[in-house]
Nanobody, 127 residues
Framework: VQLQASGGGLVQAGGSLRLSCAAS????????VGWFRQPPGKEREFVSA????????YQTDSVKGRFTISRDNAKNTVYLQMNSLKPEDTAVYYC?????????????????????WGQGTQVTVSS
């Protein structure tokens, strides 16, 4: 499965962006999808994830209430709507797909549970 992340850009604090993660195959619907980010000079971290059917979503505490993940399996695409952006959200954002069937957040926040990764899209939030 090839993943293409897009939608990043430069935005002022308080603004919004919507990231998209488009997959090359229709089997995309069999995979959970996660968004991770890597801030400048820091390790990659979990942001949000959605189960393969879309019934479960998870977010790290720092983005709860601001970011929303959703998926449209008919379009082989997962979205990350990011509102009320803060300068600390500045990072390269990556989407990843994995054959995850658990229902607890623990399964989704571990990068090693994802088999396919997109190339990343830069999000820069100015103060």
């Amino acid at each position: 499965v090839q993943l293409q992340a897009s939608g990043g850009g430069l935005v002022q604090a308080g603004g919004s962006l919507r990231l998209s993660c488009a997959a090359s195959e229709r089997t995309f619907g069999n995979y959970a999808v996660g968004w991770f980010r890597q801030p400048p000079g820091k390790e990659r971290e979990f942001v949000s994830a959605i189960s393969w059917r879309g019934g479960f979503t998870y977010q790290t505490d720092s983005v709860k209430g601001r970011f929303t993940i959703s998926r449209d399996n008919a379009k082989n695409t997962v979205y990350l709507q990011m509102n009320s952006l803060k300068p600390e959200d500045t990072a390269v954002y990556y989407c990843a797909a994995g054959y995850i069937r658990g229902s607890g957040m623990t399964y989704y926040l571990l990068s090693q549970n994802y088999d396919y990764w997109g190339q990343g899209t830069q999000v820069t939030v100015s103060s």
